[in-house]
């Protein structure tokens, strides 16, 4: 066993932090008030080259292992940037693109990887759907092929990026007879006849993603926007669910070092009874809890990032369990820290109580931790 | 990064997984009703096969830190067997023999140090009095120079092999500077208390020590030390065992409840086919993954002398601590009834499991000092 990151990986998770606190984190409060996409951070984080760092270079990218990936999305939550912009992000670069590096022809990666790596284009995954969210396999929308195009029909409900989406990775029943071997992937441009965003979510957290329902009605899309092979939809899916769980995550692990700070400082700052709250176990307890959190989790989130690097292709059992463990282990920290500023953690202001709405969203979004435990009690 | 075992981890675990073969594990049970006798013969017949493993001669003392990683790996698979012979085995290996391994010890106990390393001995270490539970610097154990001898007087509690011991390291004052005394057991103004009758762990043999003008050659003694060092770096490395016998014992009784589960049926099914009854089976996995990867991570630290080590340390301890217990009290309820009666596994992790959090640096000493940690920073 060895814990060790490289310089390169330390060195560059040291720049995205410098690169966030400067050009990112001064705008979040005003967007997260307002429920607001940020397209001049979405801009900056593309220029940095975040957006498709692991990526090869000739699709714009820069090749970085998936640890790497991880620590810098780690970093976005360190340094402050809110849970919205991290799950665009997230969305965007795992869910969207990488399906399409990963499954998609060449024709298709040269068409959209250098677009969405640079952040010219947004992209999005549509998988959920009213009527489905735990049971992904029960899902309705339906592709049918005609002569040289598949028309679409159905909706897709809770999808991050919908509305700023320029293309949709979407999931839908190829043959609706054949359960999990019937549902295949698709590339859905905005602006396709037939394809509309319905309505965006009024959230609790991560408020500057917009998060929407679209509809698909009659869409007709070129044959060849087929991903993959027809009926592989399901296990494509799957494959992104490790992504959800290492590099979606590596954000949650972000915030609670950026809470620790926050409360690290606070309690020096803010005297009552004559004395900083630093002083008091109570305050220190709260912080130590952070801490331990933060430190058991992290390995967790970590190891699924090494096994990826290792080519080891599904690691069910790992990545389940992180997010298990981070969905519901991090509901008590986060609590703790609003505590600890009394008052003004309950104020927008003070930001801690931004984190701990966005991470309400850990238990539940990508897979509810009823449905890890679901997966893990199989898999044990 | 490397989350698999190396080839030196990966081998030691295979030597000492030999050690502990199917009626190892059936004499080691025996061992919760055994006396002092039967124990000190049960746990020096596992410390010979072990010695041939190399498992006693890693992470012996400070110096010797770089190997904890590897020793880490192995200790996983006593810990899950035996919660009371994994740490009377660790006493002896890492507490008292790394209370000893200080550079250029004298002569006859770098010859105490080989025989622990041939799991020749058994040893005990005691620190702990009855008024100051949580500083060795500050005791009441004290030593006075007499020729080439001292004479040692005071009281010691909780000393785990404490009446198995063929010798203890007892840690006293000589003025105001700590002192390890290594006393052989029988030696005169040496009194053995009785056994201590404790919660769990009743495979452990502890006792109190008394120390009246007990004579140490000077041959026998370390220090006097001019700081603490030796002494925190084995409170650093007491509670890496304790998470890992945490650890373990989530092993042990996730394993005993899982077996369970799928073997005991009502309404016609197996009780593990109810999410109430798997969901909690999912809880305790995921506990123990954290508690695990978080030990290895912290003992990679202490192993590497990261800067953080201390802190990660304690993260584990209180960690695997504070799961082990509730890991212990989700596999009782799985068993229910059956778990309820004296002497299954689950029973006696659910007596051993709060051991954990309240020896070695409590979970409360533990929280103030990762705190203390942090807030030095945004001072
Ligand atoms: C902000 C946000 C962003 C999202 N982004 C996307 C996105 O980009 N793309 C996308 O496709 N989806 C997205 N989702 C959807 C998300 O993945 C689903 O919300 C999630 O999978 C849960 O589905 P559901 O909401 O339909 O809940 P349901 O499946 O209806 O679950 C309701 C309750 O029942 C429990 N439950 C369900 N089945 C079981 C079972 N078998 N055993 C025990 N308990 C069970 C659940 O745990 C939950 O408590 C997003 C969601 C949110 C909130």
Redesign the interface.
């Known amino acids: 066993m060895d814990f060790a990151l490289t310089e390169e990986q330390l060195m560059f998770k040291e720049q995205v932090l410098k690169f966030a606190r400067k050009e990112i984190v001064p705008r979040v409060r005003e967007h997260d008030l307002e429920a607001r996409f940020d397209r001049q951070s979405w801009k900056r984080l593309g220029e940095f080259g975040i957006l498709g760092m692991h990526f090869p270079e000739e699709l714009g990218g820069s090749g970085a292992d998936v640890v790497t990936s991880v620590l810098a999305a780690e970093a976005l939550g360190e340094a402050g940037v809110d849970g919205g912009l991290t799950l665009s992000f997230g969305a965007h670069t795992y869910l969207c693109a990488d399906t399409i590096f990963s499954h998609g022809s060449d024709a298709q990666r040269q068409k959209y990887i250098p677009k969405l790596a640079r952040g010219d284009w947004i992209g999005c995954m549509g998988l959920t759907e009213p009527g489905a969210g735990s049971d992904v396999a029960s899902l309705r929308t339906r592709a049918v092929r005609q002569g040289d195009r598949w028309i679409l029909n159905g909706s897709k409900m809770f999808i991050t990026n919908g509305a700023i989406a320029d293309v949709a990775v979407i999931y839908a029943k190829t043959d609706p007879s054949a359960g999990h071997a019937g549902i295949s992937a698709f590339i859905v441009e905005k602006g396709t006849p037939g394809f509309t965003v319905s309505r965006s979510l009024n959230k609790m957290g991560v408020r500057t993603s917009p998060t929407s329902e679209l509809v698909f009605d009659d869409c007709a899309i070129p044959v060849e926007n087929l991903l993959g092979q027809e009926g592989n939809g399901f296990l494509m899916a799957m494959q992104t669910v490790e992504w959800d769980r290492s590099a979606l995550l590596a954000p949650f692990l972000g915030a609670i070092s950026f809470l620790i700070e926050r409360c690290g400082t606070y309690a020096w700052e803010r005297e009552q009874f004559g004395r900083p709250i630093a002083s008091f176990q109570a305050v220190k307890h709260k912080l130590a809890d952070l801490k331990i959190f933060l430190e058991a989790a992290r390995p967790l989130v970590y190891r699924i990032a090494w096994c990826k690097d290792q080519g080891r292709p599904l690691n069910h059992l790992e990545a389940a369990v992180a997010k298990l463990f981070i969905g519901d282990w991090s509901l008590a920290p986060t609590n703790d820290a609003m505590l600890l500023l009394g008052g003004y953690g309950y104020c927008h202001e003070y930001d801690v109580e931004r984190v701990f709405r966005d991470s309400r969203l850990a238990p539940i979004g990508g897979g509810t931790s009823d449905v890890q435990k679901v997966l893990i009690s199989r898999l044990m | 990064?490397?989350?698999?075992?190396?080839d030196q981890?990966r081998s030691l675990r295979t030597r000492v997984a030999e050690v502990f073969d199917e009626s190892a594990r059936q004499e080691l049970d025996l061992m919760e009703d055994a006396q002092p006798s039967e124990l000190k013969e049960i746990v020096s017949k596992y410390l010979k096969p072990l010695a041939g493993t190399g498992y006693l001669e890693l992470a012996v003392g400070l110096p010797d830190r770089g190997g904890m990683?590897a020793l880490?790996?192995a200790q996983e698979l006593p810990a899950r067997i035996s919660g009371s012979l994994f740490l009377s085995v660790e006493v002896t290996a890492r507490i008292f023999a790394g209370l000893l391994s200080v550079p250029d010890a004298p002569e006859q106990i770098r010859e105490i140090l080989e025989a622990v390393s041939k799991g020749e001995i058994v040893g005990a270490a005691a620190v702990t009095e009855p008024a100051l539970p949580d500083s060795a610097a500050v005791m009441t154990t004290a030593a006075w120079p007499d020729g080439d001898h001292y004479l040692v007087s005071g009281r010691k509690d909780f000393v785990t092999n404490g009446p198995i011991a063929d010798y203890t390291a007892v840690v006293g004052l000589v003025e105001e500077n700590p002192a390890v005394f290594v006393v052989e057991a029988g030696s005169d103004g040496l009194l053995v208390g009785p056994r201590i009758r404790t919660l769990g762990y009743n495979g452990l043999a502890v006792s109190s020590l008394e120390l009246n003008e007990c004579r140490v050659p000077r041959s026998r003694v370390l220090g006097p030390f001019t700081d603490g060092a030796v002494l925190d770096g084995i409170r650093l490395v007491q509670d890496l065992i304790l998470a890992v016998a945490s650890v373990g014992l989530m092993q042990r009784t996730t394993d005993a409840a899982?077996a369970y589960s799928r073997s005991h049926e009502r309404g016609g099914k197996p009780v593990?086919a109810h999410?109430e009854i798997?969901?909690k089976?999912?809880?305790m996995?995921?506990?123990t993954?954290?508690?695990q990867?978080?030990t290895?991570?912290a003992g990679?630290?202490y192993a590497?002398a990261e800067r953080e080590a201390e802190?990660?340390v304690r993260?584990?301890k209180?960690?695997a601590a504070e799961a082990s217990e509730r890991t212990a009290n989700l596999a009782m309820q799985i068993l229910a009834g059956q778990g309820y009666v004296w002497g299954n596994v689950v029973e006696r992790g659910y007596r051993e499991a709060k051991y954990a959090a309240l020896a070695g640096t409590t979970s409360e000493i533990?929280?103030?000092s990762?705190?203390?940690d942090?807030?030095t920073?945004?001072?």
């Open positions: 990064m490397n989350f698999d075992w190396t981890e990683t880490i790996a899982k593990a999410q798997r969901f089976l999912a809880e996995l995921t506990l993954h954290a508690a990867l978080l290895h991570r990679w630290m590497e802190t990660l993260c584990a209180v960690f533990a929280r103030m990762i705190a203390d942090l807030l920073r945004y001072r």
